[in-house]
């Protein structure tokens, strides 16, 4: 194992700089994309913005008085996956194997590659035909697992590179907050606080047992993480275990009606996924949060389908079990995980031909010229479900630029 | 209350008996066989509440009196008697039961406290061969369902007319109708019979050449032979109409050996997807092509049949779960598989192999493949 080579891209700020290469006059100035209502999210920020404390996933609102000079951009999720697709196609010229594991973050496993060529070489040199060809900056860490790698890049940026070397890995992370290996979040970052633990140093010092009597199951693995160690292989397919949908609202509502006619367009447009793709889904997940940010779902187990007039009735019921705080609802989204490849099974009774048949053109048309050509009646007041591509083609789910909280 | 029985004749019979007892049960009482004793006749009960099943058996008596024994300590305790006489003694609640090596005794409960079995009231009634009501149970209970949501469809439906008697199960999925035309009811009467019972009625009346009475009412359902009676509540509700989705236009018409198919689709079957279980056959010229993939694994398979096929070139999607189950049910040399279009009902009936008056139709609903 110990002879792997994995690198591990990022491209810094990406939509900051996706925006900044279409328009100049946004060098050098603070940049904020994301959300643009009152409910709007950070999604991305430039480094000048960092200095007043703004970070991704705060709301827009506060980001704003932090950094009144900043600039605004809504974002658009097409920009970036097009930009996106361009950095993958030259990675994808150029190395043996890669992970594409989000919108601007990839794995690639160079084991072997040096007998050729020299690992870090080959990075370096992609690494500057990504920025040559696309303009957009990236950094990237080269190490013998997946784990160090990231941090390495993390320890890089912006746009630059690092190279850990073999055996160097214990060393490398040891004098590193806690909070540099992912899985630690706030929570898991608080508590290890509250034990005093704050470099990685101390953690790979620590018996394992004792991390996983604090953390559970967690524990072991950030445990392991934290001495370097890391089994994962660079997967170059990655079914998708669940697909979801969810809308926050710009104002909090208590109209069931809409409510209702949102979850039917929500349901209808990700069961045509299920259909595109050939697959079943066996457990279906309704979720609600209130205005006062609490969030509650309930989800139940349905014979493995992937027909409307089976699922929206189900997934009406679990909203009606669910929402029962007669408070305002912040969101609603709806999700389906258990999702096995096959067809739909035709029941004896319940279904009739001319709807199987009305199914089958309706989703004809939908492939055709868009998923929201033909669409439910009752599901028509619900304008913006978000459009999706196939879900099932193993990359990675593009996140929308301006996801609310 | 006193009797002397044979050990063995005692085990036989209590064993099927205790086939009705669930595990565990809400009402104690109920986890007990009741004894009621008259003269040489002993009548032993056993309930749970839906079904109860009555056996006569006849000792050496001549007292009279009952109680209620436990059911699991008296079976476990005849299960490890050689032959032998064994004398049962009551007094008050305890039992003694007394063999060549010794006694045990056994804490029982009052004979009052058990649960009174129903009496049909104003019933029909007809009578069947016990053998015939056995295959018409065996060859349709497996199509039955376990959805509690349509509590209708796990069980099987009994239709009684005064030219034949049809057996009818369904899943949604899968439907089977067994059709005996050369027996006739002398009234016509349609009921839903729950699996229990006749799970039972499967296992005792397998090649019994008695005659079974059986009578109904609206809400319950009494089967008598040999000295036992079964009587069990019935499912209430309306079972589907199921003649209507028997599609009646047919024209591809696939006729191919029973065991080869069923072989074929085992085998392919192992490579489908472990949860859905679809496999997809492909008819065209006299050729059947069986195949199954497991993107998950990247596992697949595809096999090739010779066949007698008339009709268009098509293909059509199943769960080979349920093929397996249907052509394993069946005994016939040839089976006929007849379709219409890949949404609609397959029909699957044997050619050969069936008595007179015998009828099996067995309907099998496609998977959506897309096309």
């Known amino acids: 194992m110990s002879d792997k080579q994995i690198m591990h891209l990022d491209l810094d700020t990406f939509y900051v700089s996706v925006e900044r290469k279409m328009d100049s006059r946004l060098e050098n100035r603070p940049l904020l994309v994301g959300g643009t209502s009152d409910r709007g999210v950070v999604a991305a920020c430039s480094y000048e913005t960092r200095g007043y404390g703004v970070h991704s996933g705060m709301s827009m609102k506060l980001a704003r008085q932090l950094c009144p000079e900043a600039v605004v951009i809504r974002g658009n999720a097409g920009t970036y996956s097009k930009h996106s697709d361009e950095v993958t196609e030259i990675i994808k010229q150029e190395t043996p194997l890669f992970e594409k594991s989000s919108i601007d973050e990839f794995y690639a496993d160079l084991s072997g590659m040096d007998r050729f060529y020299g690992c870090y070489k080959l990075a370096t040199e992609l690494r500057k035909k990504v920025i040559k060809e696309t303009g957009l900056p990236i950094s990237f860490g080269l190490s013998t697992n997946k784990v160090v790698s990231k941090i390495a890049t993390g320890e890089a940026k912006p746009n630059n590179q690092l190279m850990i070397n073999h055996g160097e890995e214990k060393g490398f992370m040891a004098p590193l907050s806690v909070k540099k290996i992912p899985q630690v979040g706030d929570k898991t970052y608080q508590t290890l606080r509250h034990l ?191 459009r999706m591509l196939n879900p099932f083609n193993g990359l990675p789910p593009v996140v929308l630029a301006h996801r609310k909280q | 209350m006193k009797f002397i029985v044979s050990s063995s004749y005692l085990q036989k019979h209590l064993q099927l008996l205790g086939g009705v007892i669930n595990n565990n049960n809400t009402l104690p009482i109920l986890d007990n066989f009741l004894l009621e004793l008259t003269g040489s006749e002993l009548k032993v009960s056993a309930s749970d509440m839906e079904t109860t099943i009555v056996s006569k058996l006849e000792v050496e008596s001549e007292d009279d009196g009952s109680i209620a024994l436990p059911a699991k300590l008296l079976l476990d305790t005849l299960k490890t008697f050689p032959e032998q006489p064994l004398t049962f003694h009551a007094v008050g609640t305890m039992i003694t039961v007394s063999h060549d090596k010794g006694k045990s005794e056994i804490a029982c409960a009052a004979a009052e406290e058990f649960p009174k079995a129903v009496t049909i009231s104003e019933p029909s009634s007809t009578t069947i061969m016990g053998d015939t009501l056995a295959t018409a149970v065996n060859k349709t209970i497996f199509a039955a369902g376990n959805d509690d949501l349509r509590p209708v469809m796990s069980g099987v439906f009994f239709q009684f007319t005064s030219d034949s008697l049809t057996f009818v199960a369904t899943d949604a999925h899968k439907l089977v109708r067994y059709k005996r035309e050369d027996i006739a009811a002398s009234e016509t009467a349609e009921f839903i019979m729950p699996k229990k019972p006749l799970n039972l009625l499967k296992a005792m009346l397998q090649g019994s050449e ?49 065991t080869q198919l069923l072989n074929s689709v085992r085998r392919v079957s192992i490579f489908s997807n472990k949860t859905t279980h679809q496999i997809r056959l492909k008819m065209a010229g006299a050729e059947l092509n069986i195949s199954a993939e497991d993107l998950d694994y990247s596992n697949k398979a595809d096999e090739r049949l010779t066949c007698d096929y008339q009709g268009d070139d098509m293909q059509i999607g199943f769960n080979s779960r349920f093929l397996i189950e249907m052509l394993n049910n069946l005994t016939c040399d040839d089976v006929s598989l007849e379709m219409s279009l890949p949404n609609r009902a397959g029909i699957l009936t044997p050619v050969d192999g069936l008595d007179e008056g015998e009828n099996v139709t067995m309907l099998v609903m496609p998977v959506m493949l897309n096309q």
């Open chain 1, 196 to 386: 005093g633990v704050k470099r990685i140093h101390t953690i790979q010092e620590m018996p394992e047992e004792m991390l996983t009597n604090v953390l559970g199951k967690n524990g072991s693995m950030i445990w392991r993480r934290a001495q370097g160690l890391d089994n994962r292989p660079v997967v170059a397919f990655n079914e998708r275990k669940s697909i979801s949908t969810e809308r926050t609202f710009d104002r909090d509502t208590i109209d069931v009606k809409k409510l209702n006619s949102i979850l039917i367009a929500m349901t209808e447009n990700l069961a045509f996924q299920l259909r595109r793709g050939d697959k079943l889904t066996g457990c279906i997940n309704v979720k609600i949060k209130y205005s006062d940010f609490n969030t509650y779902t309930k989800q139940m187990r349905i014979p493995y389908c992937s027909a409307d007039h089976i699922l929206i009735p189900h997934i009406l019921e679990l909203f009606e079990k669910l929402y029962n705080r007669r408070l305002l609802i912040r969101l609603i989204g709806i999700r389906f995980s258990h999702i096995v490849n096959g067809h739909y099974q035709i029941n004896l009774f319940d279904d009739n031909e001319t709807a199987i048949n009305l199914y089958t053109a309706l989703d004809k048309i939908r492939e055709k010229y868009g998923d929201r050509t033909v669409m439910r009646a009752a599901g028509m007041e619900a304008k913006t479900i978000g």
């Open chain 2, 210 to 258: 008695s005659e079974v009475l059986v009578e109904y009412n609206d809400s319950n359902a009494q089967f008598s032979f040999d000295g036992t009676t079964i009587i069990c509540r019935l499912i209430d509700g309306k079972y589907p109409n199921y003649e209507a989705v028997i599609p009646k236009e047919n024209p591809n018409k696939l006729t191919i050996s029973r």
